[in-house]
């Protein structure tokens, strides 16, 4: 209760220009700076403690995929877009308010598990939270607000996106060349936990052995796989694509087991009919008129906001 009415306050003090007020409301510097005031957003503020918050945010959600310097750098080259994005979000979530979309609180609670199933424990998941400088509340509370936005966007601007079969089949029409099926290459494979094992297998077909002759006499599973290309990593993926139908691969290490595998048929490329491509289609031409739509729709309630960043 407190920290909103300093918030109101704030506000309230940037409008009317008495910056000598704020030192009143601060008792320490440290204090002020945290919920300094970087944008104000219709009747609504966005603070350096919301931006901080953000940077963590995102910081957390990309730590899944990017690790050390790769992650610092593209934090660090998305920053002066974050405070456009909290703008947005704010303006967003003013129209949700408006519109008073509800948020199913066990979808809330389901896309936190999810985010905490990213993390092999849950100890390290809220280790990762503290390094962040965050609790699960904040977390929870983010996730709250994408949903309101995901509702509000739904109502005005997803229900209202069509895409009709007459423009599915003029896309499909102007270039089918460009609506291929990849190559498809099929292979059987055998999975194996020790190295040895491994190359005992691979100098035994060498020299003329057949794969079932090893898989009948220690018991293992022989299954199937359908590969395109850039399925794989690429040097698995070469050493793949350099086999002939019936050849047999080297031992490959995949996540500490050992794979061989025999490409058994190649599919080569070929044209899709408009049957075949006609869902791809659809989801590329509906994202397409979603993305313009949602620009509009942004666009407009951005011109009746009123908007201000301060340095």
């Known amino acids: 209760m407190v920290k909103r009415k300093i918030r109101k306050l704030l506000f309230l003090v940037f409008i009317i220009g008495i910056p000598a007020l704020l030192c009143v409301l601060s008792p320490a510097p440290a204090c002020f700076a945290q919920d300094k005031i970087i944008a104000v957003v219709n009747n609504d503020i966005v603070t350096q403690k919301e931006f901080d918050d953000f940077v963590m945010f995102m910081r957390m959600q990309l730590s899944t995929e990017l690790k050390g310097r790769r992650l610092d750098d593209k934090i660090e080259s998305m920053k002066g877009e974050f405070i456009d994005r909290l703008i947005e979000d704010k303006i967003i979530l ?67 996106v069509a895409v009709s079969p007459v423009e599915v089949t003029a896309f499909y029409q102007n270039d089918p060349a460009k609506f291929q099926a990849p190559q498809v290459s099929e292979f059987d494979y055998i999975v194996l936990e020790s190295s040895g094992l491994a190359d005992e297998i691979s100098r035994g077909i060498k020299n003329g052995q057949a794969l079932e002759s090893f898989t009948d006499k220690y018991s293992l599973s022989v299954a199937k796989l359908s590969m395109r290309e850039g399925q794989f990593k ?10 002939k139908s019936g050849e047999v691969s080297e031992p490959l290490k995949i996540e500490n087991k050992y794979y061989i595998f025999r490409l058994n048929n190649i599919i080569p490329p070929r ?14 031409l509906f994202n397409r008129k979603m993305q313009e739509k949602l620009a509009q729709w942004l666009d407009g309630l951005k011109k009746q906001s009123y908007i201000k960043i301060i340095n």
Do not use: C, T, W
């Open 234 to 243: 690429k040097d698995v993926e070469e050493s793949l694509m350099k086999l």
């Open 94 to 160: 003013q129209e949700a308010q408006k519109n008073k979309i509800i948020v199913d609180e066990s979808r809330v609670k389901g896309r936190l598990d999810e985010i905490r199933k990213q993390y092999p424990s849950d100890i390290e998941f809220q280790q990762a939270l503290k390094k962040q400088g965050m609790v699960q509340a904040d977390v929870e509370s983010k996730v709250r607000d994408q949903m309101l936005m995901y509702g509000i966007i739904d109502a005005k601007v997803r229900s209202k």
């Open 271 to 284: 044209q899709l009919s408009l049957a075949e491509a006609q869902e791809s289609i659809q989801s590329y």
